[in-house]
């Protein structure tokens, strides 16, 4: 079982930046893929960026590409998310999610990950 508990969420001004975190609790969380993913209302959940076990290798979404940065520390069993040039877009709730992927998955697929947060909101205003 893994638990998972997103932070750092807030309301930052358009072009600002954003750091969340993302802790996790379970033996499993360093054979576990993880991902960011985030729902603005009235939309539905999308991906946003992943990063696999190791650590190794990074996916991003075009939206977030260049301005996004993920990356995990095994060691803390945590996952992070640098957000920064926000803007008024990218406010939403975040979630994390882990999974265990096998090669070649679709890492943009929410049904992928078998693990969800609770989720942090992050506004942005222009």
């Known amino acids: 079982q893994v638990r998972l508990v997103e932070s750092g969420g807030g309301l930052v001004q358009a072009g600002g930046s954003l750091r969340l975190s993302c802790a996790t609790s379970g033996r499993t969380f360093r054979n576990a893929d993880m991902a960011w993913f985030r729902q603005a209302p009235g939309k539905e959940r999308e991906f946003v960026a992943y990063v696999m076990m190791s650590g190794g290798s990074t996916y991003y979404d075009d939206s977030v590409k260049g301005r996004f940065t993920i990356s995990r520390d095994n060691a803390k069993n945590m996952m992070y998310l640098q957000m920064n040039s926000l803007k008024p877009e990218d406010t939403a709730l975040y979630y994390c999610?882990?999974?265990?992927?096998?090669?070649?998955?679709?890492?943009?697929?929410?049904?992928?990950?078998?693990?969800w947060g609770q989720g942090t909101q992050v506004t942005v205003s222009s």
């Open positions: 999610a882990a999974g265990t992927l096998r090669s070649g998955a679709n890492v943009k697929n929410i049904q992928q990950y078998d693990y």
